[in-house]
C-alpha cells in the first residue's frame, strides 16, 4: 500500500547504497518517488511525522532494487497460462504431462508449452512429431525448448505452417527431417520456428500482466531490459501511457523494425521515466542446447556441426554501422566464440558514435584472445549467471575442453569490462538471489555437480553491482537508478539478511522482505 502521508523514512538498517562517497548508511529518506536524503538515524529528526511515515528497520538489509538485463515480458506473461515441461527428465514423462494438460481442451485451439530439455534426457529417444501425433491429430501442439531456439510441434502444426518435404531450408534455421529424408520431424531451429509461431494467437491477459508484475516484485525486481519486437514496445507505451506500467522497462528494436525505428526519429535512450528505447537486437547464432550457437572448431563428436550463423559478419557489421549512424546502439546476441568474435568486429568496424554503449548478450564461450577487445571497445558483457551451471553438462558433452572458456566473467572484470546480469527469463528462473548465488558459487544450491570453473567465480558485491549499479549505466540510467543516492529513483529492496555477510553456499536463503518502486510499496510488506 502507498502511504498516504508525503514521504517515508527508513531508519536503524544497514543500508548499502553502492555509492562510493557513502557506500553504507542506517536511514534514507523518501519523498514523492525520489530520494531526498542518505545518512546516519538522526536524518529522521528533520522530517515531521506527521508528513513522513517512519519505519524502524530493526538492522535488516536495504539495496537497490534489481534490474533484470535480458527478459521476454510477453513471453513470461504468456507462459503463465502454457505447460511447463521443466519437470520432466525423460521423453515419456514429458508425453505424459501434455496427454494430462490436454485433456480439457477445445479441438482446434492451440495447445503451448515450454521449458523442454532433451539434453537432460538420459536414455530417451529425441522428440519428434509422431510422437506428438499420437496424442493428438485435432489439436495443433507447439512446445517451446528451454533454450529458447527450439520447437517442437506435431503433424497438425506444420500442415497449419505449410512445412512439408518440399519446404526449402530457411536461412538462418534449421528444418530438422528424419535420417536419409526430407520429411520434417518435428523440431523446428531459430528461424525455421517463425512460420510456426505467426500462427499462435498472441492475446493477452490482463490478469497475467497483473501477476507478472506481482511476481518480479516479490523478487525485487523493478526493471528489465526487453528483447522483444514492436509488440512489446506497443504493449509497453499502452500501460505507461495509462499509469500502469509497474517496471522500468528499456526495450530493443528487432532487427526487422530498425529502419522504421531510424524513420521514426527513435533513438537508444528516448522515452520516459518507466520505458526507454534501448538498442537494436541482432542475432550472431543459435544456441547451446540446439548445438546451433557459432564455434570456431566443430561440436564434439560432430565433425561437420560448426553452430549457426543466424546473420553474417558483414550483415552484423552494417546493421550496427546504420544503427549507430542513427543513435542507435547495438545488443547483439553471441553465444558460441565465432558468434562472439563476429560481433566484437563488427563493433569495432562499425562503431562510429563514441556516446553510444554497446552489449553482447550471453557471451557464453569467449577465445583467450578475444577477452581483452571488450575492454578495448568498451563493450557491455551481458550474462545470465543461472544459465552457467544449467549449462555444465552440456557444454562439456559438446565443447569439451573448451569449456574452460565458458561464461568468463571475473576475467573480463579484471579486464574492467562493465557486466550486468539477467535471466532471460521465461527460459530460466528470474530470482536474482539465485543469480547471485550462481555467479558467486558456479554452481546451484543442493547440485551434485562441481563449481565449473571457479576461477570465474565472483564475489557478491560484483554481482550486486552486475543487476543494479551496472545495470543501470548499460540503460544509460545510472543519474536516476542502480543506487541509493539524493535526487535518485526510491526503488529498493529491504532484505531478510545481510547478503554480504551471508556464507556464500547460504545465499539463496535470503528472502526479499519488501520491494519499493518509486516509493511505493509493491512486493511484500513494511512493518
Same mark, same amino acid.
Given at each position: 500500500?502507498?502511504?498516504?502521508?508525503?514521504?517515508?523514512?527508513?531508519?536503524?538498517?544497514?543500508?548499502?547504497?553502492?555509492?562510493?562517497?557513502?557506500?553504507?548508511?542506517?536511514?534514507?529518506?523518501?519523498?514523492?518517488?525520489?530520494?531526498?536524503?542518505?545518512?546516519?538515524?538522526?536524518?529522521?529528526?528533520?522530517?515531521?511525522?506527521?508528513?513522513?511515515?517512519?519505519?524502524?528497520?530493526?538492522?535488516?538489509?536495504?539495496?537497490?532494487?534489481?534490474?533484470?538485463?535480458?527478459?521476454?515480458?510477453?513471453?513470461?506473461?504468456?507462459?503463465?497460462?502454457?505447460?511447463?515441461?521443466?519437470?520432466?527428465?525423460?521423453?515419456?514423462?514429458?508425453?505424459?504431462?501434455?496427454?494430462?494438460?490436454?485433456?480439457?481442451?477445445?479441438?482446434?485451439?492451440?495447445?503451448?508449452?515450454?521449458?523442454?530439455?532433451?539434453?537432460?534426457?538420459?536414455?530417451?529417444?529425441?522428440?519428434?512429431?509422431?510422437?506428438?501425433?499420437?496424442?493428438?491429430?485435432?489439436?495443433?501442439?507447439?512446445?517451446?525448448?528451454?533454450?529458447?531456439?527450439?520447437?517442437?510441434?506435431?503433424?497438425?502444426?506444420?500442415?497449419?505452417?505449410?512445412?512439408?518435404?518440399?519446404?526449402?531450408?530457411?536461412?538462418?534455421?534449421?528444418?530438422?527431417?528424419?535420417?536419409?529424408?526430407?520429411?520434417?520431424?518435428?523440431?523446428?531451429?531459430?528461424?525455421?520456428?517463425?512460420?510456426?509461431?505467426?500462427?499462435?494467437?498472441?492475446?493477452?491477459?490482463?490478469?497475467?500482466?497483473?501477476?507478472?508484475?506481482?511476481?518480479?516484485?516479490?523478487?525485487?525486481?523493478?526493471?528489465?531490459?526487453?528483447?522483444?519486437?514492436?509488440?512489446?514496445?506497443?504493449?509497453?507505451?499502452?500501460?505507461?501511457?495509462?499509469?500502469?506500467?509497474?517496471?522500468?522497462?528499456?526495450?530493443?528494436?528487432?532487427?526487422?523494425?530498425?529502419?522504421?525505428?531510424?524513420?521514426?526519429?527513435?533513438?537508444?535512450?528516448?522515452?520516459?521515466?518507466?520505458?526507454?528505447?534501448?538498442?537494436?537486437?541482432?542475432?550472431?547464432?543459435?544456441?547451446?542446447?540446439?548445438?546451433?550457437?557459432?564455434?570456431?572448431?566443430? &561440436? @564434439?563428436?560432430?565433425?561437420?556441426?560448426? +553452430?549457426?550463423?543466424?546473420?553474417?559478419?558483414?550483415? !552484423? *557489421?552494417? #546493421?550496427? /554501422? =546504420?544503427?549507430?549512424?542513427?543513435?542507435?546502439?547495438?545488443?547483439?546476441?553471441?553465444?558460441?566464440?565465432?558468434?562472439?568474435?563476429?560481433?566484437?568486429?563488427?563493433?569495432?568496424?562499425?562503431?562510429?558514435?563514441?556516446?553510444?554503449?554497446?552489449?553482447?548478450?550471453?557471451?557464453?564461450?569467449?577465445?583467450?584472445?578475444?577477452?581483452?577487445?571488450?575492454?578495448?571497445?568498451?563493450?557491455?558483457?551481458?550474462?545470465?549467471?543461472?544459465?552457467?551451471?544449467?549449462? &555444465? @553438462?552440456?557444454?562439456?558433452?559438446?565443447? +569439451?575442453?573448451?569449456?574452460?572458456?565458458?561464461?568468463? !566473467? *571475473?576475467? #573480463?572484470? /579484471? =579486464?574492467?569490462?562493465?557486466?550486468?546480469?539477467?535471466?532471460?527469463?521465461?527460459?530460466?528462473?528470474?530470482?536474482?538471489?539465485?543469480?547471485?548465488?550462481?555467479?558467486?558459487?558456479?554452481?546451484?544450491?543442493?547440485?551434485?555437480?562441481?563449481?565449473?570453473?571457479?576461477?570465474?567465480?565472483?564475489?557478491?558485491?560484483?554481482?550486486?553491482?552486475?543487476?543494479?549499479?551496472?545495470?543501470?549505466?548499460?540503460?544509460?540510467?545510472?543519474?536516476?537508478?542502480?543506487?541509493?543516492?539524493?535526487?535518485?529513483?526510491?526503488?529498493?529492496?529491504?532484505?531478510?539478511?545481510?547478503?554480504?555477510?551471508?556464507?556464500?553456499?547460504?545465499?539463496?536463503?535470503?528472502?526479499?522482505?519488501?520491494?519499493?518502486?518509486?516509493?511505493?510499496?509493491?512486493?511484500?510488506?513494511?512493518?
Amino acid at each position: 500500500m502507498r502511504s498516504k502521508k508525503e514521504g517515508l523514512i527508513l531508519f536503524n538498517g544497514k543500508i548499502y547504497t553502492q555509492e562510493r562517497k557513502s557506500p553504507l548508511v542506517s536511514a534514507v529518506a523518501i519523498s514523492g518517488n525520489r530520494i531526498v536524503e542518505i545518512g546516519p538515524d538522526s536524518i529522521k529528526q528533520k522530517y515531521p511525522s506527521r508528513r513522513f511515515r517512519k519505519i524502524n528497520l530493526k538492522g535488516r538489509t536495504v539495496l537497490p532494487s534489481f534490474c533484470d538485463c535480458h527478459t521476454h515480458f510477453l513471453g513470461y506473461v504468456q507462459t503463465l497460462s502454457k505447460l511447463d515441461l521443466g519437470s520432466a527428465d525423460s521423453l515419456a514423462q514429458a508425453l505424459n504431462l501434455i496427454r494430462k494438460f490436454i485433456k480439457d481442451k477445445v479441438p482446434g485451439r492451440w495447445v503451448l508449452g515450454y521449458n523442454w530439455d532433451a539434453n537432460l534426457w538420459k536414455d530417451s529417444p529425441a522428440p519428434d512429431k509422431k510422437v506428438l501425433d499420437e496424442i493428438s491429430s485435432v489439436h495443433p501442439l507447439a512446445f517451446s525448448a528451454r533454450d529458447g531456439h527450439q520447437l517442437w510441434v506435431n503433424s497438425v502444426a506444420l500442415k497449419m505452417a505449410q512445412i512439408d518435404e518440399d519446404t526449402s531450408e530457411i536461412s538462418g534455421g534449421q528444418i530438422v527431417r528424419y535420417p536419409n529424408s526430407e520429411e520434417p520431424n518435428g523440431i523446428l531451429k531459430d528461424k525455421a520456428r517463425q512460420s510456426v509461431e505467426d500462427l499462435i494467437p498472441k492475446k493477452i491477459d490482463p490478469l497475467a500482466v497483473k501477476k507478472a508484475f506481482k511476481n518480479l516484485h516479490r523478487k525485487g525486481i523493478t526493471a528489465i531490459h526487453n528483447m522483444e519486437n514492436e509488440k512489446s514496445l506497443s504493449f509497453f507505451q499502452e500501460l505507461d501511457l495509462q499509469d500502469k506500467l509497474h517496471l522500468r522497462v528499456w526495450q530493443t528494436i528487432a532487427k526487422d523494425n530498425l529502419e522504421d525505428a531510424i524513420r521514426a526519429g527513435l533513438k537508444t535512450g528516448f522515452g520516459s521515466e518507466k520505458l526507454s528505447i534501448g538498442g537494436v537486437k541482432l542475432f550472431a547464432d543459435g544456441a547451446l542446447g540446439s548445438r546451433t550457437a557459432l564455434m570456431f572448431e566443430p &561440436y @564434439e563428436n560432430e565433425p561437420d556441426n560448426f +553452430g549457426l550463423e543466424t546473420l553474417s559478419f558483414n550483415e !552484423i *557489421a552494417e #546493421l550496427v /554501422k =546504420r544503427a549507430s549512424q542513427a543513435g542507435i546502439s547495438a545488443v547483439i546476441h553471441a553465444i558460441g566464440d565465432k558468434a562472439n568474435f563476429h560481433a566484437l568486429q563488427a563493433i569495432k568496424e562499425a562503431k562510429e558514435n563514441k556516446d553510444l554503449r554497446y552489449r553482447i548478450e550471453h557471451c557464453q564461450i569467449v577465445r583467450p584472445e578475444d577477452l581483452d577487445l571488450f575492454s578495448r571497445l568498451k563493450v557491455i558483457a551481458s550474462f545470465q549467471p543461472i544459465h552457467c551451471p544449467n549449462d &555444465y @553438462e552440456m557444454a562439456l558433452k559438446c565443447w +569439451g575442453n573448451r569449456n574452460v572458456y565458458a561464461y568468463p !566473467i *571475473a576475467s #573480463l572484470l /579484471k =579486464r574492467k569490462v562493465i557486466i550486468c546480469f539477467g535471466s532471460d527469463f521465461p527460459l530460466y528462473d528470474f530470482d536474482p538471489i539465485l543469480g547471485i548465488y550462481s555467479a558467486v558459487n558456479r554452481k546451484l544450491p543442493k547440485s551434485k555437480n562441481p563449481a565449473w570453473n571457479p576461477s570465474q567465480k565472483v564475489s557478491v558485491s560484483q554481482a550486486i553491482t552486475a543487476y543494479t549499479k551496472d545495470a543501470a549505466y548499460a540503460s544509460g540510467r545510472e543519474n536516476d537508478a542502480g543506487s541509493l543516492a539524493p535526487g535518485k529513483l526510491a526503488d529498493l529492496i529491504i532484505l531478510s539478511h545481510d547478503i554480504y555477510q551471508t556464507n556464500p553456499e547460504d545465499l539463496h536463503r535470503i528472502k526479499v522482505l519488501a520491494t519499493l518502486f518509486g516509493g511505493e510499496v509493491v512486493g511484500g510488506e513494511l512493518y
